[in-house]
């Protein structure tokens, strides 16, 4: 199975500030046929089900304020919220969909208010 | 609108069996490759299996390979998840979702107790 590490697993910023997240794979999720990257980010807030942020790494879900993205490629890969805002508070996963035997996630990073 | 809900999770004793269903609706559910997900108390996002859309390939992790089955049925728009020889750290919500995670139901509580 590719497995997915994030750090950190816990992060607080200030209101308005920046929020990065990584995501490290233990094998690329880059594949090489149509350049893309099998990586997701999903948003869970508590009580709630997860919530598609991000797919192919970097393409925001509709309806995601701009103040997210995504970025990178191959095994590293970064969530980052711009001007954090109250409601951004949650629990933010990756996951990989590369290996159709098993979408593995990362273990979590748990977004607090500074 | 897009509707996932689960339901057939309750107490179950260690070795037993349990059967969820998943019904949709507000899509073409045959369209969709489909997957369980499950989340311990306190704990991250597990992935448990995939399906694709008309049934035919079907995906576990390693931990649940053998002792879960998924299956769907597209004339009634329904997702399954057999769990049998239940131990207790089967003990999660377990949510429906379909696999490129954009659509999620809000998840049925299985314990797995004595």
């Known amino acids: 199975d590719i497995v997915m590490t994030q750090s950190p697993d816990f992060l607080a910023v200030s209101l308005g500030e920046r929020a990065t997240i990584n995501c490290k794979s233990s094998?690329?999720?880059?594949?090489?046929?149509?350049?893309?990257?099998?990586l997701a980010w999903y948003q869970q807030k508590p009580g709630q089900p997860p919530k598609l942020l991000i797919y192919w790494a970097s393409t925001r879900e509709s309806g995601v304020p701009d103040r997210f993205s995504g970025s990178g490629s191959g095994t590293d890969f970064t969530l980052t919220i711009n001007s954090l805002q109250a409601e951004d508070v949650a629990v933010y996963y990756c996951?990989?969909?590369?290996?159709?035997?098993?979408?593995?996630f990362g273990q979590g990073t748990k977004l607090e208010i500074k | 609108e897009v509707q996932l809900v689960e339901s057939g999770g309750g107490l179950v004793q260690p070795g037993g069996s349990l059967r969820l269903s998943c019904a949709a609706s507000?899509?073409?559910?045959?369209?969709?490759?489909m997957s369980w997900v499950r989340q311990a108390p306190g704990k991250g996002l597990d992935w448990v299996s995939g399906?694709?859309?008309?049934?035919?390939?079907?995906y576990y992790a390693d931990s649940v390979k053998g002792r879960f089955t998924i299956s769907r049925d597209n004339s009634k728009n329904m997702q399954y998840l057999q769990m049998n020889s239940l131990r207790a750290e089967d003990t999660a919500v377990y949510y429906c979702?379909?696999?490129?995670?954009?659509?999620w139901g809000q998840g049925t509580l299985v314990t797995v107790s004595s």
């Open positions: 979702a379909t696999r490129d995670g954009s659509y």
């Open positions: 996951q990989q969909y590369y290996s159709t035997l098993s979408y593995t």
């Open positions: 094998q690329s999720v880059l594949y090489s046929s149509n350049n893309k990257n099998y």
């Open positions: 399906i694709g859309g008309s049934g035919d390939n079907t």
């Open positions: 507000g899509f073409t559910f045959s369209n969709h490759a």
